[in-house]
Structures are given as structure tokens and as C-alpha cells.
């Protein structure tokens, strides 16, 4: 079904979320795919090149096993594809991998082309790797032919459009192959068909490799055990899940076992970040709330808040809200302080009242960026929402100032940057999850709701670690509460919870609403097939991601408020369970809001805490505008001239490290002379490229004394 929507249109179709474009339904057609019952997107003629191969990404993405940090790494390296490919023909920007300069008697047709082969060598490199491989590769040289161009063109000739971009793909795909993503599993790419397992751990007896300290979790059982026998260990750990009937958020079974989805992401090269240690987050926002220590109340009281949003999802109660940008929004960084706005800022008139049945605005909501089923993930989700709003915009002003550029230029230099920082969040989101191992609240509320009771030492089922009483929320089970019918059903001595007790048997025609239940049998408001990720909680990967998109997008385009200073999605239809009772039509003001509500979806959804969600917008934030700030040096060409600091530390009574800053690409090398007035000498050295922003070495202290300088550069 297609429905036009103002504001932020999107479209429902068999399940699958997607950006609905202003001025065109999309196409879908192809002989071959259509024989098999799938249904490609087809080139549109009135797009540029870059936003072609963009929605075809996305369209891959969709039909692929969820995984954010992957799908992050694919968009960014597509992006450097296409942006490396434009750069090529323009006098000042640089390329971020490929540096080559080259001419054409039509430019605009060359970079098409340029753009298009690269794009086609680095999908069919990822998509090798996709769920959905087989059709990929028959729908990717399809969609060259049907840009006119000869899939089977190999040449890496640089005289020829074809050439230089099928040589970019080769400098692109070398800078990834090897950053520690494990793409390949450590072979060299074309790699056997098929692949085998993608993206994998380390080997066994490696350092890197992940040990899971907890047994698994099967939620079908009370607590948090594996066919009723205990298997936590430390509560403050992650636990992962055995979900019998296991499917992913985009259709596809899985492994009833969950493993560990980018747990070596604390390793990956990203692309404006910088640290000293490699076994640290890339950001770090200390540790999460931990139960049994000094930050035991607030672990407690993140616990309370996840059940209380779990009593939301209900329209019984009643409840309405006004969830217009008046009474939602303008939060600052971090919190949920915002009271909304008293007028639109662009249009200047009041923004008008949406009053709604909370149950369907938190379930719409969190529904709705929980992308699934049939997602493009939270960093797809963000290029869908860019589409939508360059779309919506009469002139393309990169950073909201200067000369007007044309669309091509317009959508390359978005995906890069957009790109870059949704690649950045994941490193930084999945480094902070691998280093502190943080637990989920299903684990959590079950282990401390079974343990009993932590307000009250007179009251019976009191335990230190217990859930907090809370009226009408967290109650004690009693023979007289049994009796009365509050608590029918359950067991006197346990904790009830008032909460969504899971998904209905039968989703489109009932809904589970909210009813008391035992604590450890708490469950997320998420498909049964589900329940919740298979990574660690902290931080909050959603919030992380979608921080640093709004980030992004506010600096690329000028502005903070979405077009017309108000961005729409209505949701007609739930698929956890039948609802909302009326669609429901979400509003956001500015990239800022939508991403704030993001946070909050995930903890109506159960996913996550609020000690998940605040540190993550904080965390998005600095690797946003830290992606924006490297990426205009490229576009400007001023990248070479970015200044370099150095500082030394003694190592020991021989030797000292000379540590300088780097920009990832760029080639330096290290100058040293007796005098600080020089000459100084390279030694014979030839210059590196820098694979890390910060850079050591380490010199002897012996002999005389010397003073260094660090020298960069585009080539060696």
C-alpha cells in the first residue's frame, strides 16, 4: 500500500518500512526477479546517479539479516565509492582513498559512469555476503544494464570513465578489507561461494575472541534459565538468548542459539575517531549502573522505569497525550527536559495539538524505529530520512551557506557525511558494548523481580537485590490480593509487575494490552520470534546512531529543523499485536527530536534503560559533528593542511614515544633534527599512510638531543 503523507511521507509494503519519495512511486520491475516473485528497484531518471545506487543499497538492506555495524561499515564504504568517484573530476576536493585527477570532454556523463562501476565492484564484494546473495547477483548486473552501462567491463584503464571507477572500487575495497571488521574471516576477497560464516569471531585462543561468562536464556521459561535451570552468573553481564523458532527482524530464521553480532567492532577502523589504547571505547562514557555497587539505586531505578513504560503500551487506561512538537521536543543533549516549542520555528504559526491514546503513540513509536520486520536498520533508516528530506528542499546549499550545488554533488557529499558519522556511532556504540558488557533489562527485571523485594525488610520475599516496590506498578503477591482478583492468577510471595505480558497468539486480530505478571516472567514488547538483540545493552545503539545522523544532517544542511519545520510518519498498523486504534501520526520538529524519540523507543520496547539511551545521544553527538568536521576538510581540499600535535612521553630510562595526530588516509612522515631551527632529515624514511588518527613512535634518548616535526601528505 502507498500513501502520500505530509511532511515525512513514508510507505508500508508486505512489512517492510521504507522512505516514500514526494514525487514518485517507486518501480519495481524485472523479468528475471519478477519470474522469481521478487520485486527490484529500477532505476529512476529523474534521480542523480549517487541517490540511485543509494536506494539500491537500501533495497539490499532490506532483504539482508539485520546488522547495524555492518550495514554502517557497507554504507560508508559506498559512499567513499561514489564520493571518491565525484572528487575525481573536481580541481579541489580530495578524495578520501583515491586521489586520482582526471579530465573528460563531459564530466557530468563521466562521473556517472566513474560512480557507477565502483558501486558495482563494491556491492558485488558485500553483497557476497548477503542473506540473499544469489538474487543479489542477479539483480546488481541488472541494474548496471539498466543504467546503460556493461556489467562485464573489467578494465582498470584510468583513461576511461569505466576504468577509473573499477579502480577506485579496487582502493576502496583494500582499505577495508583489513580493518578489522573480519569481513572476510581473514581471506582475501572473492571468497568461496558460499562465504561461510560472515563477519565471525576471532579464532579460538585469541585474545579478541569473546567469552560469554552467562548461560543462555530461554524467555519461554520463568527467570533467566535454559529449560528451568538457572544460567546467570552476573546479572551486570549480558545474557544471551535461545529463542526456539528464532527469526530476524527481516524475515529470515535463525540459529535458536543467539551469538555475539559485531562483537570485535571495538577493533574496526573508523573515520574520524582517535584514541590512545586499541582495548578502549573509541568514546567513553564510563560505566552503566551495576547492581551490588555504588551505582546499585540507580540500576534499580533504571529497572522501574522500563516496567513503568512497559504499563504504557495499553490504550485501557485511557491515557491521552498531546504528541505535537507544542507539548514533545527540544531537549537538551542528554536528557528529557524538553517541553516542546511555542511556535514552528520556520513558519512562525503555533504547531497544532495531535492528542492520541498514549498506548498507541508508544507502541506506534516504538514500532516504528524499531525498523523491523523488513529493516533497513537504524543507519538505512537515516539515509531513507536524508532521501526524504533533500527531496523536500527547493536549493542545495552544503552547510546552509554559499553557492548553490547541483543534486549530484548535493547527494554524494550527504552520503559521505552521513555516512561517515553513522559508521563512526557504530564503532563508537559497539567499542562501548564490547568493553563494559552491559547487561539487558530482560535478564535484569527477571533476576532481581525473582530474587523478590528490596523496599521493605518486614514485608515477606524481601531480598537486598530485589525489585523496589512501586504502587500499582511493582507490588508484592499476597493470598488477600490473590483473592481480590488484583493479582488473580498469580502466586502469593512472588513480585507481580503490571506490564505487557507478550505477543498476542494471534497478532493481527488480538492484543495483549497490559495485565499484572510475575517479574520473572517479564517480557519485551517485541515479537516472540525475537524478544531482544544479540549484543550487549550499553550503550544504546539506536540512540548512538541516530545522535549522530541528526548531527549530521543539522550541519550538512544548515539547519537543525526538518523542511517546513515539521517531519510526519503515520503508522496505520501495528505487527506486535492488533492496533493502534487510530493510525497514528508521529511529528518531530527537528533531527534532534526524532532522534531523541528514538532513545525513548527503545525503552518502551524493553530493549534498552534510560542508562542506555542518554549516554548513547551523548556519545552519537561527538562522533557526528567530529565526521562532519573531517569531511569538510575533504570537500574543501584543505585535508593536507590539517594541523598536526605532538607530544612525548618517557618510556623507560632509554627510550620515549613521540605521539602525533593523523588524518586516516594521508601519508606522514617523521622529521628530526639537533636544532629546533634544523635542518631536519627523514633518515631515509619513506612516508606511511595512517591507518589510526593517532599515531606513536618510539625514539632513544641516547646520543644527543633532537627535536621533531611531522610532515603530510596525499601520496607517498
Known amino acids: 500500500m502507498y500513501k502520500q503523507l505530509s511532511g515525512m511521507p513514508f510507505h508500508r509494503l508486505g512489512g517492510r518500512w521504507q522512505c516514500l519519495l514526494t514525487v514518485w512511486i517507486l518501480l519495481f520491475v524485472s523479468s528475471h526477479c519478477a519470474a522469481q516473485g521478487i520485486r527490484w528497484y529500477v532505476p529512476n531518471p529523474d534521480y542523480s546517479i549517487a541517490r540511485n545506487w543509494n536506494e539500491r543499497i537500501l533495497e539490499g538492506i532490506r532483504m539482508d539479516t539485520p546488522h547495524p555495524p555492518v550495514h554502517a561499515r557497507n554504507l560508508f564504504s559506498f559512499s567513499v565509492c561514489m564520493y571518491d568517484a565525484w ?58 544494464a539498466a543504467l546503460g552501462y556493461d556489467p562485464n567491463n573489467v578494465s582498470r584503464n584510468t583513461s576511461t570513465p569505466a576504468g577509473i571507477g573499477n579502480s577506485i572500487y579496487d582502493a576502496v575495497s583494500a582499505w577495508f578489507i583489513n580493518d578489522g571488521s573480519r569481513q572476510t574471516n581473514g581471506t582475501p576477497y572473492p571468497i568461496a561461494n558460499p562465504p561461510g560464516p560472515t563477519y565471525p569471531d576471532y579464532p579460538a585462543g585469541h585474545p579478541r575472541r569473546y567469552a560469554f561468562l552467562n548461560g543462555m536464556m530461554n524467555p519461554a521459561f520463568p527467570g533467566t534459565t535454559f529449560d528451568g535451570t538457572n544460567t546467570l552468573v552476573d546479572v551486570n553481564v549480558w545474557q544471551r538468548m535461545y529463542v526456539t523458532n528464532s527469526i530476524d527482524q527481516n524475515g529470515f530464521p535463525q540459529p535458536p542459539l543467539q551469538g555475539y553480532a559485531g562483537n570485535q567492532w571495538l577493533w574496526v577502523r573508523p573515520f574520524a575517531l582517535s584514541r590512545t589504547d586499541e582495548n578502549k571505547p573509541w568514546i567513553d562514557p564510563g560505566p552503566p549502573p551495576f547492581l551490588g555497587t555504588a551505582t546499585d539505586a540507580e ?25 505535537s512538537p507544542a507539548s514533545l521536543g527540544n531537549n537538551t543533549l542528554g536528557a528529557n527536559d524538553g517541553i516542546g516549542y511555542a511556535s514552528n520555528p520556520v513558519t ?26 523488513s529493516s533497513e536498520t537504524p543507519p538505512g533508516h537515516w539515509n531513507s530520512i536524508a532521501n526524504h528530506v533533500s527531496d523536500d528542499l527547493t536549493e542545495f546549499r552544503i552547510g546552509g551557506t554559499g553557492t548553490a550545488v547541483d543534486r549530484l554533488q548535493w547527494d554524494v557529499k550527504l552520503y559521505f557525511t552521513l555516512n561517515s558519522a553513522l559508521h563512526d556511532a557504530a564503532c563508537a556504540a559497539w567499542s562501548v558494548k564490547r568493553y563494559y558488557n552491559g547487561w539487558r533489562p530482560l535478564s535484569a527485571i527477571r533476576h532481581c523481580g525473582g530474587l523478590g523485594q528490596s523496599s521493605d525488610p518486614s514485608l515477606p520475599s524481601y ?35 503490571l506490564s505487557w505480558p507478550g505477543q498476542p497468539e494471534f497478532p493481527d486480530t488480538e492484543t495483549s494490552g497490559v495485565r499484572w505478571v510475575h517479574a520473572d516472567e517479564w517480557m519485551t514488547y517485541q515479537k516472540k520470534t525475537f524478544v531482544t538483540p544479540a549484543f550487549p545493552g550499553y550503550i544504546s545503539g539506536h540512540s548512538t546512531f541516530s545522535r549522530s545522523a541528526a548531527e549530521a544532517m543539522t550541519a550538512f544542511t544548515g539547519s537543525k529543523w526538518f523542511p517546513k519545520g515539521l517531519g510526519t510518519y503515520t503508522l496505520p498498523k501495528l505487527v506486535n499485536e492488533l492496533g493502534p486504534t487510530q493510525p497514528v501520526t508521529l511529528h518531530w520538529a527537528s533531527y534532534y527530536d526524532a532522534a531523541d524519540q528514538v532513545g525513548l523507543s527503545r525503552i518502551w520496547g524493553g530493549i534498552h534503560p534510560p542508562a542506555d539511551d542518554l549516554p548513547g545521544r551523548r556519545v552519537g553527538s561527538q562522533a557526528g559533528k567530529g565526521a562532519w568536521e573531517l569531511a569538510q576538510k575533504f570537500f574543501n581540499g584543505s585535508v593536507v593542511n590539517s594541523e598536526v600535535l605532538l607530544t612525548t612521553r618517557k618510556l623507560d630510562d632509554n627510550n620515549t614515544e613521540l605521539r602525533f595526530n593523523a588524518v586516516r588516509g594521508l601519508y606522514y612522515k617523521v622529521h628530526s633534527s639537533a636544532n629546533v631551527e634544523g635542518p631536519y632529515t627523514d633518515g631515509g624514511n619513506s612516508s606511511q599512510v595512517a591507518l589510526e588518527a593517532s599515531i606513536p613512535s618510539t625514539n632513544s634518548l641516547s646520543g644527543s638531543r633532537k627535536f621533531f616535526r611531522v610532515s603530510a601528505s596525499l601520496a607517498p
Do not use: C
Request: no cysteine; hydrophobic share 40%.
Open 87 to 144: 572528487a575525481a573530476y573536481d580541481p579541489v576536493a580530495v578524495g578520501f582513498i583515491y586521489r586520482g585527477k582526471h579530465t573528460a570532454s563531459d564530466v557530468a556523463a563521466a562521473r556517472r559512469e566513474a560512480i557507477s562501476y565502483a558501486m558495482y565492484r563494491m556491492m558485488l564484494e558485500r553483497h557476497a555476503y548477503s542473506r540473499t546473495a544469489t538474487n543479489q547477483a542477479t539483480a546488481n548486473p541488472n541494474f548496471m
Open 299 to 323: 540500576f534499580k531505578q533504571n529497572l522501574v522505569a522500563v516496567i513503568r513504560a512497559s504499563s504504557q503500551l495499553t490504550t485501557a487506561d485511557g491515557v491521552r497525550v498531546d504528541i
Open 348 to 373: 512562525g504559526q503555533p504547531y497544532a495539538p495531535n492528542n492520541v491514546l498514549r498506548g498507541d503513540y508508544t507502541r506506534a513509536l516504538t514500532e516504528f524505529w524499531a525498523d523491523g520486520p
Open 463 to 497: 531480598h537486598i537485590n530485589g525489585l523496589p516496590l512501586v504502587p500499582d506498578l511493582i507490588e508484592l503477591v499476597t493470598a488477600d490480593t490473590v483473592n481480590s482478583g488484583r493479582h488473580a492468577g498469580l502466586k502469593p510471595g512472588k513480585i507481580a509487575v
